[in-house]
């Protein structure tokens, strides 16, 4: 379903009383009013995850699965509580199948060394795609070295939309994990995920779904999906960093070894033998982030009452608005124009370096991302060193664009472009 579809955008008073959830939007910067476009970094935080933090702090702050006193209960009860809330929010079947990591990046670290690692052998494939974030690459190198397996990259076409037909050829024999990014974070492009894991499916790959630039923007239920695992971080849906999912098939994680040694993750230990816990807990060694749990919960809860269809129609809008907005500045190179595209909008500024347009705007009180966003073979793909990245959340307004595109002429006169 392309965004456009999805749902007509949201009135003016709607979004103006979104904002007023997040009381970082009231910040003045350079004495002009914030601007935050870097929502494919992290999302600023919303009133209800900060009070949920604070209120756990305040009331229930104890350690969890330990104490048999109270506030060690409401601890637990708390921290479990927002487990299912996450179960809730995917739709996964089960809330043993969600298992909290600090992130995406740790997510799929976890998937590659305890998932893959035990299963690769030499001459082995790993397919990823040519829009990766280092995250969904790294890891899986690493498993390469590891076991002498192979990295295949599947390409992307010049808009950045993936040649699904080339996936579909790649998957072979000796394909052990076919990892996908649902969004790519320095290009846009929404992947059509149901379809790749049913090619998967068909000649019996397991898929990891890197979902760090989906989750805040597009529905996800990973048992439509059919996915075995999917990734994705609290910060980048208004929730806390330090906190993330990785859902996981029941039977896969039933199948997996424990990637971390510590408490909480064992039944019983003996020198001699130590058993391992039930799933998810085999997989969250040592003390966890309650806080950060309780805050995620709290952000998934705000995001369902506003609902993601109105959220992803309403940036659907912010991106029609910019990408038509930006492509009448002559100076102006689109990174990524699929067809199917989040509310991320990559460009390059002429000659001038992506770092000097970022800071540039930033000094008219507009934040944006400058760089290789933790993706280079991205920008290998294109041939430039970096882009500048607006990417949208729900708080956003066409104000913002057009603020944007007014600290863009600033560039023009600074650099004579
Ligand atoms: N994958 C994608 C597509 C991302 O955009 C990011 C972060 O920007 C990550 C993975 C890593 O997320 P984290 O740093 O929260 O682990």
Not at 72 to 82: G, I, P
Not at 210 to 221: K, L, M, S, T
């Amino acid at each position: 379903m392309k965004p456009m579809e999805r749902m007509q955008g949201v009135d003016e008073e709607t979004v103006a009383q979104w904002r007023r959830d997040f009381p970082i939007l009231e910040e003045r910067v350079y004495d002009a009013p914030l601007v935050y476009l870097d929502n494919g970094a992290t999302t600023q935080k919303p009133r209800a995850v900060i009070e949920a933090e604070r209120a756990y702090y305040e009331h229930d702050n104890a350690n969890v699965h330990r104490g048999v006193h109270l506030l060690s209960q409401r601890a637990t009860d708390a921290y479990e509580a927002a487990r299912a809330r996450i179960a809730c929010f995917l739709n996964a079947a089960r809330q043993e199948e969600i298992v909290y990591v600090r992130g995406t990046t740790e997510a799929i670290n976890l998937v590659a060394q305890s998932f893959v690692r035990p299963l690769a052998k030499p001459g082995d494939e790993i397919l990823v795609t040519a829009m990766e974030h280092h995250s969904n690459i790294v890891p899986w190198q690493m498993v390469c070295e590891q076991t002498g397996a192979v990295l295949k990259v599947v390409p992307i076409d010049e808009s950045g939309a993936l040649d699904v037909e080339a996936f579909e050829r790649m998957l072979g024999e000796r394909t052990r994990m076919a990892a996908i990014t649902h969004v790519s974070n320095a290009l846009g492009t929404i992947n059509p995920i149901r379809r790749l894991v049913a090619a998967a499916h068909a000649r019996g790959v397991p898929v990891v779904v890197d979902g760090a630039q989906a989750i805040a923007h597009v529905p996800v239920d990973v048992q439509a999906l059919d996915c075995d695992f999917y990734a994705f971080s609290g910060h980048k849906i208004y929730g806390p960093t330090g906190i993330g999912v990785l859902y996981a098939k029941a039977e896969r994680l039933e199948a997996m070894p424990p990637w971390q040694g510590g408490g909480d993750m064992i039944r019983t230990v003996t020198f001699e033998k130590t058993q391992y816990n039930a799933i998810p807990w085999k997989f969250e060694a040592g003390t966890p982030n309650i806080a950060g749990a309780v805050g995620l919960a709290a952000a998934l809860d705000y995001v369902s009452g506003i609902g993601i269809e109105a959220i992803g129609a309403h940036e659907a809008d912010l991106l029609a608005y910019a990408t038509q907005a930006i492509q009448h500045i002559p100076q102006v190179r689109l990174i990524g124009t699929a067809p199917d595209k989040a509310g991320i909008l990559s460009f390059v500024f002429g000659d001038v370096h992506a770092h000097d347009v970022g800071t540039i705007v930033d000094r008219c009180g507009v934040a944006v991302r400058a760089g290789h966003h933790c993706a280079m073979p991205v920008m290998q793909r294109y041939g430039v060193p970096a882009t500048v990245r607006a990417s949208f959340a729900l708080y956003n307004t066409r104000g913002d664009v057009d603020a944007l595109v007014q600290a863009l002429t600033r560039v023009r006169e600074v650099f004579g472009a």
